[in-house]
């Protein structure tokens, strides 16, 4: 039982594995649990098994990282052996004889003596590309997870809305029956009759567009998740009333967060393999250190074939210096720094950008919530002054008409406040991608 036990776990563990390039715990994926909505926390588990940009990205750093080993390969000595046939015409010689055919069988081992470590600093320089490949892989992570979230909350709002100007909608066509029968007793002029028709038809354009914008979110929502948006009917989705966060936003970010962002550890790991490809520029300049051995077996000499009389061995070490080469590689060296201080400016801009875009999302999260207080103090007056007209209709002392654009009003300030509401949960999902999802 225990043995059935370990092979599970060590399945599941291989599994998370192949599935998440990145680890999953880096990425606080207990940020949207907060929100107590299983249907989000499904869109975003099928984001990580099942969208495409994230394969594509973990197949860039796989490549990266098959880079650096094939580069520390180029490090190692290489050995090789081939086989050769050899016709030849020489000269008869009393004392020495050769055959006119015979087989080679050459061992050749060679190796570039690494003095000044040239070659330890170019795979230096390709392992700070797979660094920077991982830190953009990452990024990819977190804005997929916040595009999923985003959208999700946003097809939230428009359900909510939909039903909203739906009544809205049933109000208008009310009040315009009424006021067909009032224009044929005369009560009303032609004037107030377009108006009333002219409001039925925004209203049906207003839900209209919503409904579109539902559907094209839901779309959206399919790609982003790995599935078809042919299916979007049997996605399931919660409500935006009890879709809140439990947690806590910070009114303030450490430093230390905001430069351990992906992008910021990316344009740093990219500027650190520029000082590497400078250094290597500049051992360019020295000669190469090259060691050269060959023991190679025949059939041309006497003896047998593996013995040492028909052996013949060698070995060469010496320096090489190119020649007619010093204008390339002094532009060679132009192009590192330049691009070494081009990747320098990068690295001080993509630290602004990082700050700006945290103080950014804490600043708008701090006027949203003062915004959604203020429309929810709105609601409540309007909530009063509803039931303010729910009273003077039962007393008679206002119209139907009347009580239905009084009701009219009380949801379109409902729909104001869901607005807000859902503008606040979406700054949360911009903090969170802000901070590098250290939230």
């Known amino acids: 039982m225990r043995i059935k036990k370990l092979l599970l776990v060590l399945v599941l563990l291989f599994m998370a594995q192949s599935c998440f390039a990145v680890d999953i715990q880096e990425l606080n994926i207990e940020f949207f649990n907060r929100f ?49 046939y050899l016709g030849i015409k020489v000269p008869e010689l009393d004392t020495f004889q050769l055959k006119d ?39 990819i992570y977190l ?34 029956n009424r006021s067909i029968k009032k224009y044929e007793r005369g009560v009303i002029s032609l004037t107030e009759l377009n108006n009333a028709k002219k409001s039925v038809e925004a209203g049906k354009s207003s839900l209209e567009k919503l409904q579109k914008e539902r559907e ?21 989705v919660g409500n935006l009333e009890s879709f809140e966060y439990s947690g806590v936003i910070p009114d303030e970010i450490s430093s230390d ?22 250094r290597v520029a500049k051992k360019e300049f020295f000669p190469r250190f090259n060691i050269v051995g060959v023991w190679a077996f025949n059939t041309i000499a006497p003896g047998t074939f593996f013995s040492w009389e028909s052996s ?3 070995i060469l070490a010496g320096a090489t210096q190119d020649i007619f080469k010093g204008g390339m590689k002094v532009a060679n060296l132009k192009i590192q ?24 999302s804490l600043c708008i999260i701090k006027h949203d919530k003062q915004i959604e207080n203020n429309t929810k103090s709105e609601l409540n007056y309007e909530t009063q002054n509803f039931q303010n007209a729910q009273k003077k209709l039962r007393q008679g002392v206002i119209s139907e008409p009347e009580y239905l654009a009084e009701e009219n009003k009380f949801i379109n300030t409902q729909t104001n406040y869901a607005q807000a509401k859902t503008q606040r949960i979406v700054n949360y999902f911009t903090l969170y991608k802000a901070v590098g999802g250290q939230l």
């Open 216 to 236: 094209t979110a839901m779309m959206q929502l399919a790609v982003l998740t790995g599935n078809s948006s042919s299916n979007i009917a049997d996605m399931k």
């Open 337 to 360: 720094k330049a691009k070494y201080e081009e990747l320098f400016e990068n690295y001080n801009q993509t630290n602004l950008e990082a700050v700006k875009e945290v103080n950014t």
């Open 257 to 278: 967060v905001i430069f351990s962002r992906p992008d910021v550890k990316m344009a740093e790991a990219n500027l650190e393999k520029a000082k590497i490809d400078v």
């Open 312 to 314: 013949l061995a060698a």
């Open 143 to 176: 804005a997929l997870l916040t595009d999923v979230a985003t959208v999700y909350t946003n097809i939230l709002q428009y359900d909510d809305l939909i039903e909203r100007q739906t009544k809205i909608v049933k109000n208008q066509e009310e009040i315009l």
């Open 101 to 139: 055919n015979a087989f080679i069988l050459p061992f050749m081992a060679s190796y570039e003596a690494d003095l000044l470590l040239k070659n330890r600093d170019k795979t230096k320089s390709v392992k700070k590309s797979w660094e920077a490949a991982k830190f953009n892989e990452k990024t």
């Open 36 to 84: 107590n909505d299983e249907n989000l926390n499904c869109y975003i588990q099928d984001a990580l098994n099942n969208n495409h940009d994230l394969k594509k990205a973990g197949y860039v750093v796989e490549q990266y990282r098959q880079q650096t080993k094939y580069s520390l390969g180029k490090e190692l000595p290489s050995f090789s052996v081939s086989t050769n």
